[in-house]
């Protein structure tokens, strides 16, 4: 079948483990307020491509990704997961670690499917409480907390990733509240805080749309390495 595609990069080394490649799909429910890739929200007709050419792509890159392997990312990955799930089984031939990195708002049966084939996930949990996924996110902090204790049901493997934004989520309450909330789960095998960044700007200005946190400022690098001591 075909997915929406919106591009592959070659090398990445911070979205899972190794060197990989990552695929970038487009179509995303949510509209988090730090989002640095609007480009990916909408699918574009134009866009379309085959699971088998995807995959054909992503094998070109064995050499250099053998010891890495390949995620999926977006957008949110599991708009597609039937279309995804085609492409994972063409890569697990060559026995590529497949990592999904999600939002995890969406678990239905495709989503269901493409985790029997997905090796590890890179869950982010974007707020820690139903009224600020409600302000920053559109979407729902429960669905996220749902999908986490089914990677737990299943065994999947689990890095948790987590924006942090100068004046919204950045006291060490906040991150306590975090750490608290993620403590019994044994599919966790790491916790990664991310700094929220301004570079999407001129993305937001090419498509004509406002920045909704214009005016905060990035995180501070020595702020998120103490936050980053609190949840490990
Ligand atoms: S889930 Fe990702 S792609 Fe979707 S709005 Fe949030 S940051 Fe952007």
Redesign the pocket.
Known sequence: MKGYVHSLQSMGTVDGPGVRAVLFTEG?P???AY?H?PD??EMKEENLVSAEEIAEKIIRLYPYIKNGGVTFS???PCMQSEFLYEVAVLLKDKNLHIALDT?GCILDESTKKLLTVTDMVLLDIKMTSEEDYKKY?GGSFGKTIKFLAYLEKEGIETWIRHVVVPGINDTEEDIKKLRKLISDYTCITKKELLPFRTLCLEKYENMGIDFPLKGTPQTDKEKLNKLQKIIQ
Request: charged share 15%; with cysteine; proline share 0%.
């Open positions: 995303c949510l509209r988090c989002c890739n990916t929200w977006g957008g949110e939002s996110i």
